[in-house]
């Protein structure tokens, strides 16, 4: 059962436009939004994460924005370049213990120059 | 650097075997996550532990086990292996354990059934 849903599976952006991906969730209960990056032949890397208190985070290029009645959270990355190019992942969860990340299927971006 | 490392970096074997990961968290975390990554099946959680105590299992197969000793060093033991057993394997670590904490992964194993 998949409940953290993402799309598109791959994106192709041209270097200087915007790349986004979007996930979907259907437990309430999640508050926690995570997203992770993966350059080929490493290990995903914690990029942003966001609470459900606030619609939307920046940190520099990415945003994240949450919309919590429709369930949906997305990743926008502004001004894309080649070296954004990778695998992006989106999580969500509950906190306390024995609680899990649960991942999206990923999303490969690649930015053309 | 993520601070965590693993061993073997590749690793090729035949089917039925039995073989070991390895995986050093970053200093002072006290959680250890293994993961298995597939092309088809993007990150799949199999296993947490937290200061030598089994945490949360995920969809970890009956013929993979785990633990993590008293260094706080973890291991997967992967036995009677499939062709499908064929993936990355990665390990996390994280300060809390809890799921608000940040992951921070190992470059992976790549093990290969042949």
């Known amino acids: 059962q998949q409940q953290v849903k993402q799309s598109p599976q791959s994106l192709i952006v041209q270097k200087g436009g915007i790349s986004i991906i979007n996930c979907a969730y259907e437990?309430?209960?999640?508050?926690?939004f995570p997203w992770y990056q993966q350059f080929p032949g490493k290990g995903p890397a914690l990029l942003i994460a966001i609470r459900p208190d606030v619609s939307e985070k920046k940190e520099g290029r990415f945003t994240i924005s949450f919309n919590k009645s429709a369930k949906q959270f997305s990743l926008h990355i502004m001004d894309s370049q080649p070296g954004d190019s990778a695998t992006y992942f989106c999580?969500?969860?509950?906190?306390?213990?024995?609680?899990?990340?649960?991942w999206g299927l990923g999303t490969s971006l690649a930015v053309n120059p | 650097d993520s601070g965590v490392t693993q061993t073997p970096k590749h690793l090729i074997t035949a089917t039925g075997q039995r073989v070991t990961l390895r995986c050093s968290p970053r200093s002072g975390d006290l959680s250890v996550y293994w993961y298995q990554q597939s092309l088809d099946q993007g990150l799949q959680f199999l296993i947490q532990?937290?200061?030598?105590?089994?945490?949360a299992k995920g969809n970890i197969l009956e013929r993979f086990s785990a633990q993590q000793f008293p260094d706080l060093h973890s291991e997967l033991n992967l036995s009677s292996l499939e062709l499908g057993d064929s993936a990355l394997y990665f390990c996390a670590s994280s300060v809390t354990g809890q799921p608000t904490s940040p992951l921070h992964f190992g470059n992976g194993t790549r093990l290969t059934v042949t």
């Open positions: 532990y937290y200061n030598g105590e089994e945490r």
């Open positions: 437990n309430t209960a999640f508050d926690y």
């Open positions: 999580a969500a969860s509950r906190a306390g213990n024995n609680r899990k990340l649960i």
